[in-house]
T-cell receptor, first 118, second 111 residues
Framework: AQTVTQSQPEMSVQEAETVTLSCTYD???????LFWYKQPPSRQMILVIR??????QNATENRFSVNFQKAAKSFSLKISDSQLGDAAMYFC???????????????FGKGTKLSVKP | NAGVTQTPKFQVLKTGQSMTLQCAQD?????MSWYRQDPGMGLRLIHY???????DQGEVPNGYNVSRSTTEDFPLRLLSAAPSQTSVYFC??????????FGPGTRLTVL
């Protein structure tokens, strides 16, 4: 069974600085999807970024980018030029590529709470 | 296009009461899921459905029932509420683009 581990329960960053959130996962599949979700105090789950395992190029979305290391099974999220609105819980998630059975669902890490200091 | 909607947003129950959490999506997604979120536990899968008439259990199904009579709706029923079911519940749907879309969540408290 696949597992996702986020080893940093809490992180803090100064406004305008850069922070990296860590995520590791375990799987025997060669193809899969990885996601980072943001959950602000409103509790809405917001997709930040996604990565297909077959793509070597790291995904980027504006100030958010990932460092995907397939061999090491590592998927970290880098937030550049941190803003007060980035303060939230961040969840790393894994999904099998197969569209059927339980494999279509996400497996989540336990989350990292990010604080942004002004 | 409303995406994924959930009702109610908040609910307080007494132990032993039953209720249904409603979930609907207007994106014609076949795949829908229910998760619960507890402090320090991330989100865990309760039940899921791969299409109308087809449901299956996830990681933490005990105490919950689901049915899927239409593509749009996927209600979650608590049969006899227990304090251990106090949680935040999320409904989600998945399209062929493989991205999960989440509803706004329901905060449930069982006294």
């Amino acid at each position: 069974a696949q597992t996702v581990t986020q080893s940093q329960p809490e992180m803090s960053v100064q406004e305008a600085e850069t922070v990296t959130l860590s995520c590791t996962y375990d799987t025997s599949e060669s193809d899969y999807y990885l996601f980072w979700y943001k959950q602000p105090p409103s509790r809405q789950m917001i997709l930040v970024i996604r990565q297909e395992a077959y793509k070597q190029q790291n995904a980027t979305e504006n100030r958010f980018s990932v460092n995907f290391q397939k061999a090491a099974k590592s998927f970290s999220l880098k937030i550049s030029d941190s803003q007060l609105g980035d303060a939230a819980m961040y969840f790393c998630a894994y999904r099998s590529p197969y569209y059927g059975g339980s494999q279509g669902n996400l497996i989540f890490g336990k989350g990292t709470k990010l604080s942004v200091k002004p | 296009n409303a995406g994924v909607t959930q009702t109610p947003k908040f609910q307080v129950l007494k132990t032993g009461q039953s209720m249904t959490l409603q979930c609907a999506q207007d994106m014609n997604h076949e795949y829908m899921s229910w998760y619960r979120q507890d402090p320090g536990m991330g989100l865990r899968l309760i039940h899921y459905s791969v299409g109308a008439g087809i449901t299956d259990q996830g990681e933490v199904p005990n105490g919950y029932n689901v049915s899927r009579s239409t593509t749009e709706d996927f209600p979650l029923r608590l049969l006899s509420a227990a304090p251990s079911q106090t949680s935040v519940y999320f409904c989600a749907s998945v399209g062929r683009a493989d991205t999960q879309y989440f509803g706004p969540g329901t905060r449930l408290t069982v006294l």
